[in-house]
C-alpha cells in the first residue's frame, strides 16, 4: 500500500522567515495532493492542492511542488505569521473514478512560527 | 458549504464500556470516513463507508465497528472500550473535489 513519510515532524522559525514542509509517497498511481492544516483544538482544513499533472501551485503565501519522478511534494509557507502556527498534514490520493480511491496522510508537522 | 457535525464532542467512559459516536452530514455525500488521532501520528482511516451497504475496514479496524443508518449518518462503536482508544475522532465526507471535510473532532478518554 501507500506510504507517505513527512518532515520534519517540528519546525521552528522567526516570523517573516520562510518554511518548507517536506512529503515522499511510494505509490507511482497516486494522482492528487492535498494539504491541511490543522490549528490548536480543531480539525484539519484543505489549505491547497496539486494533481498530479502540475509541477506547481501557489496561492498568496502559500506554494506546493511536485516531482513525481522522484515521487516528492513540498508546501512552502513565505513570510510567515504567528497565525501560520498549527499542525500541517501532507496527504496522497489515489483516485481512479468510483469507488477506486485510496488516501493517505503523512503524520504531520508542528510549524511554530515565533513573534 | 457542506457541513459536518459530530456528537458528543467530549466523552469520559470506563474500560469495558460501550460507545457511540456519531457523526452527520447535510450536504447528501456519499463517501464518510471516520479518523482516529493520535500525538505523533498523524490520522489514521478506521472505517469508510461510500454508501448505506458499502462500508470497508480501514488500516486500525479492530476494536471497532461502523453503522450506516443513512446516507446523511454514519456512527462509529468501541464495543468494549479500553485505555488506548483515547484519542481524537473526527468524521469526514469526500467532497466533489476529492478532498476530505472534516467533522470537529470528538475527544474519547478511556479511563
Known amino acids: 500500500g501507500e506510504n507517505v513519510e513527512q518532515h520534519p515532524s517540528t519546525l521552528s522559525v522567526q516570523e517573516g522567515d520562510s518554511a518548507v514542509i517536506k512529503c515522499t509517497y511510494s505509490?507511482?498511481?497516486?494522482?492528487?495532493f492535498p494539504w491541511y492544516k490543522q490549528e490548536l483544538g480543531k480539525r484539519p482544513q484543505l489549505i491547497i492542492d496539486i494533481r498530479s499533472n502540475v509541477g506547481e501551485k501557489k496561492d498568496q503565501r502559500i506554494a506546493v511542488t511536485l516531482n513525481k519522478t522522484a515521487k516528492h511534494f513540498s508546501l512552502h509557507i513565505t513570510e510567515t505569521q504567528p497565525e501560520d502556527s498549527a499542525v500541517y498534514f501532507c496527504a496522497a490520493i489515489r483516485f481512479s473514478g468510483g469507488s477506486n480511491y485510496k488516501l493517505t496522510f503523512g503524520k504531520g508537522t508542528l510549524l511554530t512560527v515565533n513573534p | 458549504d457542506a457541513d459536518v457535525t459530530q456528537t458528543p464532542r467530549n466523552r469520559i467512559t470506563k474500560t469495558g464500556k460501550r460507545i457511540m459516536l456519531e457523526c452527520s452530514q447535510t450536504?447528501?455525500?456519499?463517501?464518510m470516513y471516520w479518523y482516529r488521532q493520535d500525538p505523533g501520528l498523524g490520522l489514521r482511516l478506521i472505517y469508510y463507508?461510500?454508501?448505506?451497504?458499502?462500508?470497508n475496514k480501514g488500516e486500525i479496524s479492530d476494536g471497532y465497528s461502523v453503522s450506516r443508518q443513512a446516507q446523511a449518518k454514519f456512527s462509529l462503536s468501541l464495543e468494549s472500550a479500553i485505555p488506548n482508544q483515547t484519542a481524537l475522532y473526527f468524521c469526514?465526507?469526500?467532497?466533489?473535489?476529492?478532498?476530505?471535510?472534516f467533522g470537529p473532532g470528538t475527544r474519547l478518554t478511556v479511563l
Open positions: 450536504k447528501g455525500h456519499d463517501r
Open positions: 469526514a465526507i469526500r467532497t466533489g473535489m476529492n478532498e476530505q471535510f
Open positions: 463507508s461510500f454508501d448505506v451497504k458499502d462500508i
Open positions: 505509490d507511482s498511481a497516486s494522482n492528487y
